[in-house]
């Protein structure tokens, strides 16, 4: 059974950075080099909205909220995806989600989320 630990997460002020991290953990070296990698974020009332993605080329893709702020990276050795954040704004502030999947895999697992608060 794949289970992804989030971690990373906490509160930090307007302009601040932080480093999410992602460790699948029960995932074989090929699930995890085949999968994409993404990172979502959900506020209260709200639908989960993707924040970033990897595929298991390195391809990236960002939303625009955050294009030129965050950086998501993979690191295949570890099975651990990352998400740099950078000039944090107050809107930034959800709890954020780790997510690996591959659809000729089959395989569609989500981590437990992490809080992340952007103080004004």
């Known amino acids: 059974q794949v289970q992804l630990v989030e971690s990373g997460g906490g509160l930090v002020q307007a302009g601040g950075s932080l480093r999410l991290s992602c460790a699948a953990s029960?995932?074989?070296?090929?699930?995890?080099?085949?999968?994409?990698m993404d990172w979502y974020r959900q506020t209260p009332g709200k639908r989960r909205e993707l924040v970033a993605d990897i595929n298991s080329a390195g391809t990236t893709t960002y939303a625009d909220s955050v294009k030129g702020r965050f950086t998501i990276s993979r690191d295949n050795a570890k099975r651990t995806a990352y998400l740099q954040m950078d000039s944090l704004k107050p809107e930034d502030t959800a709890v954020y989600y780790c997510n690996l999947i591959s659809y000729g895999l089959g395989v569609n697992y989500w981590g437990q989320g992490t809080q992340v608060t952007v103080s004004s």
């Open positions: 029960g995932a074989s070296g090929s699930i995890f080099r085949t999968a994409a």
